[in-house]
Nanobody, 119 residues
Framework: VQLQASGGGLVQPGGSLRLSCAAS????????IGWFRQAPGREREGVLC????????YYTDSVKGRFTISRDNAKNTVYLQMNSLKPEDTAVYYC?????????????WGQGTQVTVSS
């Protein structure tokens, strides 16, 4: 059972990135998938979650209107679309999976992908 986050990189302020969370060993459609981030010197914070019924839950207001989450069941992948990126979005982004709701404890974690927003 493994989650792999990818798609990070260096982007200018105002730019976009799409992060991917791919699963192996289990079917993501049976899980709620959350995205989290951790900036240097700061605690990890929740960003956004998609439930098993495809409802989105925002954990932070700072990304509302800019970030969205979606699934591609055929690819067993969840995406985090990040638009209008700001320097304060710079962090390592992680995805996690739980067979329960977006408010439950997380069973599986990916390894993280670095997002740097800078001019």
């Amino acid at each position: 059972v493994q989650l792999q986050a990818s798609g990070g990189g260096l982007v200018q302020p105002g730019g976009s990135l799409r992060l991917s969370c791919a699963a192996s060993g289990f079917t993501l459609d049976d899980y709620s998938i959350g995205w989290f981030r951790q900036a240097p010197g700061r605690e990890r914070e929740g960003v956004l979650c998609i439930s098993r019924s495809d409802l989105s839950t925002y954990y932070t207001d700072s990304v509302k209107g800019r970030f969205t989450i979606s699934r591609d069941n055929a690819k067993n992948t969840v995406y985090l679309q990040m638009n209008s990126l700001k320097p304060e979005d710079t962090a390592v982004y992680y995805c996690a999976a739980t067979p329960w709701s977006c408010r439950a404890d997380w069973d599986y974690w990916g390894q993280g992908t670095q997002v740097t927003v800078s001019s």
